[in-house]
């Protein structure tokens, strides 16, 4: 079933929704139809709507770039690569293939204190399972680093580990979809319309 891109009042890309939360979205006259597959219709016994591809939003929403914390959504954060060798495994359909990625907690539980750790590049404590002290890592690297930190295995991290941002945010929900429609692509940051579907 085609899935639906969401702006924001601004234009700004948002994220990818069901076609089902899109309908509920534009009954509730919360958002206005940018574009519609062609040819596609949604049918109830009484309502023919055309099916929709783009939306957007009637009044601005602050975006607070929440996104749920899991291994799965590590994973998608750093684009499905070993943030320490760069392994990048993929399915023969071009996705994240995750049984070959692990979660690693840079700073390991093992040297926690009363299950929070000190994050020296940010300088500051935190919970030892989250955003700003996990990375995707490929399960041979994460069996090399052990309970130690990447100072202490001669590893280094190809990124920070972070809370996602917007752009984070569009491009974990992007990457669930192997191509672009060909009615988003003009509402998509140049980098990702490359993977076009007709």
Known sequence: MRPCLQLNADGSPMRVITWEHAIDLL?????IAIENYPDIFVRSEHLTVPWPAVIMLRRYKTVRGRVRFSSKNVVLRDGGICMYCGLSPRTRDGRIDRQELTLDHVIPRAQAQSGAV?????????????????????????????????DQTGMVMRALPRVPSQSDVLRMSLSRHSHVPQEWVAYLPVERSTTVMG
Do not use: I, M
């Open 27 to 31: 009954l509730d006259q919360k958002v």
């Open 118 to 150: 000190y994050l020296p590049w940010a300088k500051k404590w935190v919970n030892v399972t989250c955003w700003e002290n996990s990375l995707t890592a490929c399960r041979s690297c994460n069996s090399r680093k052990e309970d130690r930190r990447p």
